[in-house]
């Protein structure tokens, strides 16, 4: 089982990576101004540590091993994004001034990103993490 330490650094790095790089692209897709994605990308990604450490410490325990299956890892980076893309929709809608439906498509198009970005991510992180603690246990 994971530390709650690797966790938070898990979470931290997943974070500052993703906002970098939806960011940018978010505005410009979308057309509204960097700042304005920007406040709404910081919020949804404070949202989302909080909402990964939860949902990751308990697919932790269901799923107890650092070598997880392609299918484990969809469900792991899919039932993370469905759960976040339901608690935001009415706070992206707010925040944007936007419909649900329009809000439905943009979180959609975060979640979609985020998909991907989750399951690189924590594949690299596991290889990375497992290499780390055989390198201490030697």
Do not use: C
Not at 68 to 83: K, M, T, W, Y
Not at 109 to 131: P, Q
Request: glycine share 8%; net charge neutral; charged share 15%.
């Amino acid at each position: 089982m994971r530390s709650w330490k690797e966790r938070l650094t898990h979470t931290l790095l997943f974070e500052a990576g993703g906002l970098v790089m939806v960011t940018p692209l978010a505005s410009w897709l979308t057309g509204h101004d960097m700042g304005e994605i920007g406040v709404l990308a910081v919020g949804l990604a404070t949202a989302a540590m909080l909402w990964n450490l939860v949902w990751n410490r308990a697919f932790d325990a269901l799923v107890p091993t650092r070598r997880r299956s392609l299918v484990q890892r969809f469900a792991q980076a899919f039932g993370f994004e469905l759960g976040l893309l339901v608690m935001t929709l009415p706070a992206v809608a707010w925040w944007m001034d936007i419909g649900l439906m329009e809000a439905f498509w943009l979180d959609l198009g975060f979640m979609l990103f985020f998909l991907a970005y989750a399951m690189v991510f924590n594949t690299l992180f596991d290889l990375v993490m497992r290499r780390y603690l055989a390198r201490e246990g030697a």
